[in-house]
């Protein structure tokens, strides 16, 4: 089903005795956002709204809405915490910053018990190739260079899918409701030193010359936050930290697309260095 039908959402709680919700659901690629900004609002905000309020009517125990730390805005030095201003700058950042409005404002009128969450990048198996890490190394495999956007300076935080998993078990045990948490990691990496890395680890060189070989830069998107520095200081006091080093966690992560990567649907359309789209048609009004 699809969160932007209403008609399936109601009918969904009346028949599935659903006591929690955790809404991962979004069109998530910021890429892409930038040549379909109507269709992610239309998901993005407008399924999100449909989706709490079909929560709220069924008087379910727990809302939790996975937002992002991109909310945020770039920032070269600050640490942002919970309190920190939205300042979103890409469509993608956008329309999730709205979704987070709508969901607060159940909390404040009907103490609807909502949780929000705004974690780092996360990167592992099953990702689909759309997304830098899985792009890289899917790249690399097919002997293709890493297509990195601009100058590949920009930096960001990756978190292994098992530690953000057991973030949001912690938010649905610990997580009061109101409260907005922030599920981050201390380890950041540039885009160009993430491409140096894969390159070493897949094509067995250490060799700058080579590295360089298999790096491709690319005329860079409309606009690129050079990093998201986040305070999960919040979360670790409800007693979550995240646990998988990078070295295990990416090796995990190269192994299961040497094997699995041609399981996907349009894999090869995800690996383009901007977005193959399609023009999006919303569905037509009474």
């Known amino acids: 089903g699809d969160i932007c039908e209403p008609d399936f959402i109601k009918q969904l709680f009346e028949t599935e005795k659903i006591d929690i919700v955790l809404h991962f659901a979004a069109q998530t690629h910021v890429d892409l956002s930038f040549w379909r900004a109507l269709e992610f609002t239309y998901v993005n905000v407008y399924g999100t709204n449909v989706l709490v309020a079909a929560a709220h009517e ?46 607060q404002s159940y909390w404040e009128r009907y103490q609807f018990p909502v949780v929000i969450t705004r974690s780092s990048n996360v990167y592992g198996p099953h990702q689909y190739p759309e997304k830098v890490i899985p792009k890289f190394i899917s790249l690399l495999q097919q002997n293709r260079k ?36 922030n599920i981050g990691t201390n380890f950041e990496m540039s885009i160009a030193q993430l491409a140096k890395e894969l390159i070493h680890l897949i094509k067995k060189t250490s060799s700058e010359s080579e590295m360089e070989h298999w790096m491709d830069y690319v005329k860079d998107r409309p606009t690129n936050d050079l990093r998201y520095p986040m305070n999960s200081e919040k979360m670790h006091n409800l007693g979550w930290r995240p646990k998988v080093p990078w070295k295990e966690g990416i090796t995990k992560t190269i192994e299961w697309y040497r094997e699995n990567f041609h399981n996907w649907k349009n894999s090869e359309k995800a690996l383009e260095p901007f977005p193959v789209t399609e023009p999006f048609a919303q569905l037509s009004g009474p």
Not at 74 to 95: L, Q, R
Not at 152 to 166: H, I, M, P, S, W
């Open 58 to 103: 069924a008087n379910v125990e727990k809302f939790v809405y996975v937002s992002t730390d991109e909310v945020y805005g770039g920032s070269t030095d600050e640490e942002f915490d919970e309190s920190s201003p939205k300042c979103p700058t890409n469509p993608y950042a956008s329309s999730k910053a709205a979704a987070e409005c709508f969901v």
């Open 146 to 181: 890493c297509c990195i956007h601009g100058s590949g300076l920009q930096r960001r935080n990756f978190l292994y899918a098992t530690d953000v998993v057991e973030a949001f078990l912690t938010v649905l045990k610990e997580g009061k409701p109101g409260e907005i948490y």
